[in-house]
């Protein structure tokens, strides 16, 4: 099939790569002309395990390219639209201004026959006012939201758990389900759950999946809250409650939180659209959720201040993390940078270090320290903040080898990845979140 994915960020470079590596003829398109030369380079312009073997083996084989302009969407089957939805300023709500934009340069192409694949997650009610817009080209919308986790974005899009279509309930309608089925034959061979709905359930997934996902992250944290007064171990907690089949373990790892450029911003557009719509008593829960994840970060810092004895002000500090996630160098909403942020502010001597996020942190934060070499962040520490996962951090560190670099053997372990009982053997004071 012949596509185009317009909007080539972080969801759209992927998708377009991926979609060519199974044999579709790809063109992908932005409005950044720098972001645009470096894709046709076959170089990803930002962090994902095999994204750039994938962006250079569609160039090679003359499936897969890239350009600036939206006329060279002509003649393709299905257009995906993969745009940013951030949140408006000064608002919770989506900003589709990009949508919108996207979609205006698209309509002089649009053909009869033609579908336009929206991917972006957008507030519910959105692809029915894009429909109406298109209407008179005789192309059809359907909606196919994308459930991709940073780090495993090409892994997520070739082998998905599902996939999701929602399109409108008339004969045009069941051809451009076909249309997406062929777009993804090979997973759909393979045994992935291709479900077809109408156009707001689709709409609706994307929300609800994050705003689950955000629900338990924030319980198991609410927990952490607690076990901290009650002097109990929020870890053994969760071992405990994932053994209930009905609950499971997966993302009940307690710790500073969740970031990133989708949960947050998405969990507060779900909830402002359910306000628009008359049913904000059904997520105000969500405000709470938003509110627990911000307060592990004050917590992190807290234990900070407290291993220290309150004496913060010209300390070194070893943050070992700035990107949101491992395997990402993503620093939007990252709370592993907002920690070091507030220890920065607080007068310590911060120094950060990360495998891939250090350039992105240093341009927006140019207030702190950054290390490229792990133990050149950790010598002379006078106490040691585990932000992010990487397993250069969580596996591969042993509390000998760090013991011999810093000058107190202080550790805050924020994402409670560390082996405590190995920690402490070695001498350090080690101090988790909501753990004994």
């Known amino acids: 099939m012949r596509m185009s994915v317009i909007g080539c960020g972080y969801l759209g470079a992927v998708h377009a790569a991926a979609m060519a ?4 003829d790809v063109i992908g398109i932005d409005v950044d002309e720098a972001k645009v030369a470096m894709l046709q380079r076959g170089d990803a312009p930002f962090f994902e395990p095999q994204l750039g073997e994938l962006l250079r083996q569609g160039i090679d084989a003359g499936r897969l390219r890239f350009t600036s302009r939206m006329a060279d969407a002509g003649g393709a089957d299905v257009h995906f639209l993969a745009v940013g939805t951030p949140q408006v300023q000064g608002g919770h709500a989506a900003d589709l201004r990009y949508v919108d934009a996207a979609v205006d340069a698209l309509l002089p192409h649009l053909r009869p026959g033609d579908v336009l694949a929206g991917k972006s997650t957008v507030p519910v009610g959105t692809a029915a006012a894009i429909a109406r817009r298109i209407d008179p080209t005789g192309a059809t919308v359907v909606w196919n939201p994308e459930f991709l986790r940073e780090g495993w974005a090409v892994h997520d899009t070739l082998t998905p758990d599902r996939i999701v279509v929602g399109v409108p309930d008339t004969t045009d309608g069941a051809a451009a389900v076909e249309t997406i089925r062929a ?9 992935t759950p291709f479900l077809v709905t109408d156009l707001a359930t689709a709409e609706l997934v994307k929300g609800a999946a994050n705003a689950f996902l955000a629900t338990k992250i ?3 944290n609410a927990m952490a809250e607690i076990a901290d007064a009650a002097g109990a171990d929020v870890t053994l907690l969760a071992d405990a409650l994932g053994h209930d089949t009905r609950i499971g373990r997966r993302y009940l790892g307690s710790g500073i939180g969740f970031g990133g450029g989708c949960l947050p911003k998405d969990i507060r557009a779900f909830a402002a659209r359910a306000e628009e719509l008359g049913r904000g008593e059904s997520v105000v829960f969500l405000r709470e959720v938003d509110a627990i994840n911000l307060r592990r970060r004050d917590r992190a ?3 900070v201040i407290d291993a220290l004895d309150g004496r913060v002000f010209g300390r070194r500090i070893a943050v070992l993390g700035a990107a949101f996630k491992p395997f990402s160098d993503d620093i939007r909403d990252s709370p592993a940078l907002d920690v070091a942020v507030r220890l920065r502010g607080l007068g310590a001597d911060v120094i950060v270090t990360d495998p891939a996020a250090i350039d992105n942190a240093a341009a927006v934060h140019p207030q702190l320290g950054y290390a490229r070499d792990r133990d050149d962040a950790l010598r002379d520490a006078d106490a040691v903040v585990v932000v992010t996962e990487w397993d250069e951090y969580r596996r591969d560190l042993s509390p000998a080898h760090a013991g011999g670099l810093v000058r107190n053997r202080i550790i805050i372990d924020g994402r ?5 009982a190995a920690w402490r053997a070695a001498g350090w004071n080690y101090r988790g979140m909501g753990r004994r």
Do not use: E, P, T
């Not at 590596?21 to 579709?24: F, V």
């Open 183 to 191: 777009s993804y034959s090979s997973a759909i061979d393979a045994g």
């Open 301 to 303: 810092v807290q234990l």
């Open 416 to 420: 409670n990845c560390l082996d405590a």
């Open 218 to 220: 924030s319980f198991i």
């Open 21 to 24: 590596s199974i044999g579709h």
